[in-house]
């Protein structure tokens, strides 16, 4: 009798964790194949990353206090710590660091979307690509720079920029914008890439016309090219980053009812800290924030859209001295090359939630994959 009414109680307990459980779902019929499939509340339609390359905690410090002791930053409810290490160096370039951020696996220093062995992985890009997403990339380096390169080109050396820009080619994506017009128009193959995407896309450069000039017909992808070479510094004025980032969500939102994936990155503030440039750092940064900011807001009223703002490395080591006032700061440097430190992480919108806590750089591209429900058993050898 005893043993009965603790199986009971057992199968009362189940039946109570069943009902918790389910209750945060919605069921919805797929009258297409005729099955039932769960669909999670809380999974985001639209994924926007945001790279600010070279961005540790010192360098949105110093754009803070420089700002007034405020960062639109502070908006993110999830915050979280990634280790940076590459495959086979603890200080990560951008290569690595953006292959495994696209692919979940670590790799060499100086890849592109490729692993150890320079075998090309299928970038969440990719996958976003076949599972009928829109897709896009926005840099203010050249886009076939290493960090937009490692989601779209699988190449074992950075700076093959020619094969990179080859690439391009190869994958739909729904819109590009970035600097290096020369790596697709004035090749030692004396190829021309730009006229070789044909139809389906639209592309301009900044030689034909300015990018906020441009009415982007939705109905095809959009690639625009806003340099010869490296795009200039901020202060130098360079300032397409905040009209690039309006009309890329604008323009993938319309492209695909299933949702988009965009990377934005803020490229320079990596610059500046090679340059150990406190001020070229701040610049970079400001700009950034003000883009970080729109997207925000871009999210908060969609509501159906996931913000992660992250680094992939800082730059410099470096730090505020001590005779600093808000005012006025003073910064040091203890390299021009890349530390080892930490990189934060900030989150917002549906799924935000996995990004709490610490972890590898590679858990990023397996968070993205968990809060957009695709499936966890992966092998992504391309
Ligand atoms: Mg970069
Ligand atoms: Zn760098």
Redesign the pocket.
């Known amino acids: 009798m005893k043993h009965l009414k603790s199986i009971f109680s057992l199968i009362l307990f189940c039946l109570i964790l069943s009902a918790c459980k389910s209750s945060n779902k919605t069921i919805v019929e797929d009258d297409m194949i005729n099955t039932w499939v769960e669909e999670d509340d809380n999974m985001p339609k639209n994924i926007i990353l945001m790279i600010g390359?070279g961005m540790g905690l010192t360098q949105i410090s110093a754009g803070m206090y420089r700002l007034g002791n405020q960062t639109n930053l502070e908006k993110f409810p999830v915050v979280g710590l990634q280790k940076t290490h590459a495959g086979d160096e603890l200080i990560t370039d951008?290569a690595a660091s953006a292959t495994a951020i696209a692919t979940g696996q670590k790799t060499y220093n100086g890849a592109i979307g490729v692993d150890m062995d320079t075998l090309p992985l299928y970038t969440f890009l990719e996958e976003a690509e076949d599972n009928e997403l829109a897709t896009g990339l926005v840099a203010t380096?050249t886009i076939v720079?290493?960090?937009p390169a490692s989601f779209i080109s699988h190449n074992p050396y950075r700076r093959n920029y020619e094969e990179i820009a080859a690439d391009f080619l190869k994958t739909e994506v729904d819109l590009f914008i970035g600097g290096g017009k020369k790596y697709f128009d004035n090749r030692e193959d004396e190829q021309n890439l730009l006229e070789q995407f044909g139809d389906d896309y639209q592309i301009s450069h900044f030689v034909e016309a300015e990018l906020e000039d441009i009415i982007i017909d939705p109905d095809k992808n959009f690639g625009y090219l806003t340099s010869n070479k490296d795009p200039l510094p901020v202060s130098q004025g360079r300032d397409y980053l905040l009209t690039a980032a309006k009309k890329s969500v604008d323009h993938l939102a319309k492209r695909s009812d299933k949702g988009f994936f965009l990377m934005i990155?803020g490229?320079q503030i990596?610059w500046g800290g090679h340059a150990n440039d406190m001020e070229y750092i701040i610049s970079e940064f400001i700009e950034f924030n003000t883009v970080i900011g729109e997207i925000f807001e871009f999210a908060k009223e969609d509501g159906e859209t996931l913000v992660v703002v992250t680094a992939?490395h800082e730059t410099g080591g470096f730090a505020i001295q001590t005779e600093s006032t808000m005012d006025t700061l003073v910064g040091s440097f203890t390299t021009g090359k890349h530390s080892g430190t930490m990189v934060p992480l900030f989150a917002y919108g549906p799924g935000s939630e996995h990004f709490a806590g610490i972890y590898e750089n590679t858990e990023i591209y397996h968070k993205m994959r968990q809060a957009i429900g695709w499936s966890e058993n992966k092998d992504n050898e391309k």
């Open positions: 390359d951008s380096s720079h290493a960090t990155e490229s990596d992939d």
